[in-house]
């Protein structure tokens, strides 16, 4: 038995869920130390989300524990929330300026432990005598703060010295305050920023000393005269600050503090600067951070940075593709702007009060360009993938798609990291799935969830994004209002948690969102029983008996940006009154039906399944003849498992002529595209899902590196064959498709009704274009390893199996070969 590894706790909270590698054992043996004092063996089965077995931790209090004969893991308790002292603090002023909050103590003894514990209304960074705390950026990170808001703990004891010392926090509007969206709208999460601290001290004698913010804390403007997350940060190093004031004590309203189960965002890169012109440098990669610079010039000298994702015709930074407009109304200018006033003493410009979408960044005047960083900031998610093959493109295509994701990963899952930055819902519930095959997604995704949970409005729908900076639930907008309730994108409550649960084995993504599924499925069943949509009134006044189970009468954003498709930037009132009717009553079944499921793993009683056929059969009777004239139809029909047995091949080959018709070139928009290789490689159209994924002219996945991309763009045609960009050229959705190079090019995926990849399935589906393939995943149970190489016509293949696994290797001819760990069988050809 392999010695268990990677031993995890889920969050710093007194129960703890613990995890490790690799499965396998039918027992395991657990011990634990609580600040140093053993605790009893426990014997447990599993290994995956274990319950803490021995008594709640307290604040603070640090454990150790293993299983078997592993190595000792440790972590510590948060500080909860029960157990704050400090007061709320806040500056006096409410100007934007980024505030400078001061507190001062003595120590007198030996510190054998010392723990920062903050948080914030807004976006803090916390000094002990002038020593940054910590490495994890732009905290406390984004929430829908009315409800939930995080802390962060730091061990300090490294900058703390005999006698006088200092805690000084700077405090910016960060996601609280700041500004959000296309149309730069204030965040009404509330008008006062404050932050909260409390170090812990432990002394060698036992005797421990607690330092809070209250009201003998300071407030004094800092050097950081503006800092805004998406417009930028001005540092004036020569600024006269005034003298320091007394803060404001508890002063702001703030939800209990919690600890979160997501990575933190960290810089997790640095990328050397190219200067395609004296003032404009190319970093090679779109990507989510921000710039470094170590040249200011002397002191006084003023340098402006813009950044951006594109260039003109003429070299130059562009970002009017960027620009938010209404119809009938002016743009919005984008603008992504960082400015720095030198002191002239040698000083560096880091604005991390800020956050911009880049590949480019133009100076306003030259710069020495090794004094240019790049700083990549995202949050530190765990790579759990490795893929490439024999195909270079699909290799830069696969790199180009986790690049695009990374960069929209900043502690939320967002649409892009330049013109809106937000959470929104149909993005994740498409990518998601491909998200946790690239990376260990389980507590970014249920960090997000929570949000999603505390925006869902009083009658179960779920907002477009979050978290939801408007606050629609608590503040009335008759506009996002009519907006609100879209299938695709409201069906995330339903659709991520499973796919976590799927994944990790993780129950508790399930059980935590439980409520939330059901109103919004009761939300849109109550929509499909009791809203028509005006086609249908005009075709009959007395609705046809299938027409309860139709989703057609409310708000839906549809498929979206098809190709070609403008949405309402085109023929706004055509675009409105579309019917949607096919989209929405396909993710209500796919909606019920996981339902079902998962009210059978909770243990639940439910009619979800019987109402999912109810639901099947009348998207069958309106749309099955009738309603499938797009690519996207086609694919929603075939992936959902909405088409009888005996009509899949026809709609496949349906499917495969509207690609031909268009020249082998996707017709799918935002909500289909994901699904499209898998349906036309499950329905025996490999050669079709090959053809498209190598074509080269667009719409297409390489038209868009040919063109230029580094990360996926918004539209098909991001980037027109003139040069000009249009839309964001960081929107990862679409790059949801490599999803296919590991599930089929690869082979690899989960076996039907495995949970935490305990079965798996190894079906490579090759192509003479290929020619070979290899690739890891990281799964729950261990490393899973696959390669294959097509040789004079014969296919080789080579899989290895973690403990706790079983696998089956799936040959083109059908064969099936089945392989344990530790055993290769011998039909199984090693390569």
């Keep these: 038995m392999t010695t268990p590894y990677d031993l995890r706790v889920d969050a710093p909270v007194a129960r703890p869920r613990l995890s490790w590698k690799p499965g396998g054992a039918a027992a395991w043996r657990l011990e634990a130390r609580i600040e140093g004092a053993a605790q009893p063996p426990v014997t447990v089965d599993g290994h995956l989300f274990v319950d803490w077995p021995w008594r709640p931790l307290t604040s603070g209090e640090q454990a150790e524990w293993r299983v078997g004969d592993s190595a000792w893991s440790t972590f510590e308790a948060g500080l909860f929330d029960a157990d704050w002292t400090a007061s709320w603090i806040s500056p006096p002023s409410s100007d934007g300026q980024v505030e400078r909050l001061r507190g001062e103590f003595d120590v007198h003894g030996d510190v054998v432990r010392a723990r920062l514990y903050a948080t914030a209304l807004g976006v803090y960074e916390a000094f002990v005598n002038g020593e940054r705390a910590g490495d994890a950026e732009l905290t406390p990170g984004s929430t829908s703060y009315a409800d939930t808001l995080y802390a962060q703990a730091t061990d300090v004891i490294g900058a703390l010295r005999p006698g006088a010392n200092a805690i000084e926090v700077l405090l910016s509007d960060g996601w609280y305050r700041g500004l959000s969206g296309a149309w730069r709208k204030r965040a009404a999460w509330g008008p006062l920023t404050a932050a909260r601290v409390e170090l812990h001290l432990r002394f060698a004698d036992g005797t421990t000393q607690v330092v809070r913010s209250d009201a003998t804390w300071t407030s004094q403007p800092s050097a950081i005269v503006a800092a805004d997350l998406m417009n930028g940060q001005t540092t004036d190093f020569t600024a006269v600050t005034p003298y320091p004031s007394k803060v404001l004590t508890d002063a702001v309203t703030a939800p209990p503090i919690d600890w979160s189960p997501a990575p933190p965002v960290r810089v997790v890169e640095e990328r050397r600067a190219h200067f395609v012109s004296p003032l404009v440098a190319d970093f090679g990669q779109n990507a989510s951070g921000w710039i470094t610079l170590s040249d200011l010039g002397p002191a006084g000298t003023r340098t402006v940075i813009d950044y951006g994702e594109h260039l003109d015709a003429h070299g130059d930074l562009t970002t009017s593709h960027l620009d938010s407009a209404k119809p009938g109304q002016a743009p919005i200018p984008f603008v992504q702007r960082d400015e720095v006033v030198s002191a002239g003493d040698g000083g560096v410009f880091e604005p991390r009060h800020t956050v911009h979408g880049f590949r480019y960044a133009r100076f306003s005047r030259p710069v020495d360009p090794d004094a240019v960083v790049m700083r990549v900031v995202h949050t530190d998610l765990r790579p759990t993938a490795t893929f490439t093959c024999g195909n270079d493109d699909l290799n830069r295509l696969h790199a180009v798609a986790g690049w695009s994701f990374r960069g929209n990963a900043v502690d939320v899952p967002t649409d892009c990291p330049t013109r809106e930055r937000l959470g929104w819902t149909g993005d994740y519930q498409v990518f998601a799935p491909t998200a946790a095959r690239l990376y260990d997604v389980d507590g970014f995704s249920r960090k997000w969830l929570r949000s999603v949970r505390d925006d869902q409005l009083a ?9 939801d900076h408007a606050r629609l639930k608590a503040i009335p907008n008759p506009e996002a209002d009519h907006i609100t309730g879209s299938a695709g994108w409201g069906d995330a409550i339903v659709t991520v948690p499973w796919t976590l649960y799927q994944t990790y084995g993780d129950r508790a993504a399930l059980a935590e969102n439980w409520d939330a599924m059901t109103r919004w499925v009761d939300f849109a069943l109550a929509a499909a029983r009791d809203k028509r949509h005006p086609s249908r009134v005009e075709r009959s006044a007395t609705p046809q008996p299938h027409e309860r189970f139709l989703w057609d009468g409310t708000f839906h954003w549809g498929e979206w940006l098809e190709p070609g498709d403008r949405g309402p930037a085109g023929d706004p009132m055509a675009w409105f009154m579309a019917d949607k009717g096919e ?117 297409s996945w390489l038209g868009m590196l040919d063109r230029g991309a580094t990360t996926v763009w918004e539209d098909w045609d991001g980037v027109a064959a003139d040069g000009t960009a249009t839309g964001s050229l960081n929107h990862y959705s679409k790059g949801a498709a490599v999803r296919f190079l590991h599930t089929h090019v690869l082979g690899l995926r989960q076996a039907p009704g495995s949970v935490a990849w305990e079965s798996f399935v190894v079906a490579p589906v090759p192509d003479e274009r290929i020619g070979w393939a290899r690739g890891t995943f990281d799964s729950p149970q261990g490393l899973i390893s696959v390669r294959w190489r097509l040789d004079d016509g014969d296919l080789l293949i080579a899989v290895e199996v973690p403990p706790g696994a079983t696998a089956e290797v799936v040959y083109p001819d059908g064969r099936r070969v089945s392989v344990v760990h530790g055993l290769a069988d011998q039909d199984v050809l090693q390569v």
């Design 459 to 467: 009658d179960g729908r779920v907002t477009n994004v979050s978290p």
């Design 583 to 699: 989209v929405g009553t396909a993710y209500l079944f796919r909606s019920v039906r996981t339902l079902a499921a998962i009210a059978e793993v909770l243990g639940r009683p439910s009619t979800y399944a019987a109402l999912a056929e109810d639901i099947r059969a009348a998207w069958q009777t309106e749309f099955l003849d009738t309603g499938l004239r797009t690519q996207a139809n086609c694919v929603r029909a075939l992936a959902f498992g909405l088409v009888p047995p005996d009509r899949r091949d026809a709609i496949a080959e349906r499917l495969v002529t509207l690609i031909r018709d268009a020249g082998t070139h996707v017709g799918t928009g935002f909500l289909s595209t994901a699904d499209l290789l898998p349906v036309l490689a499950d329905t025996g159209h490999a050669d079709v899902a090959y053809d498209l994924l190598l074509q080269r002219t667009s719409p």
